[in-house]
């Protein structure tokens, strides 16, 4: 597995585990930081990768 695939494995554990976290803004402010290190990763996924695994991993 590629150093991308296990960060972006990485980051979907954590989308997890905030979410299970009661929030008082709806998970908005975690929202937002977990878009803001998505959208990069997932261009570093599907740039190392190529773009059948990017959409994969999009798509999950």
Known sequence: MTFSLTLACLWAAAANLLAMLPSRD???????????????L???????????????????
């Open 42 to 60: 997932l261009g570093y996924v599907t740039y190392e990768n190529g773009p059948w695994v990017g959409l994969l991993v999009l798509v999950a």
């Open 26 to 40: 709806n998970h908005w402010g975690r929202a937002y930081g977990l878009i803001g290190l998505g959208i990069p």
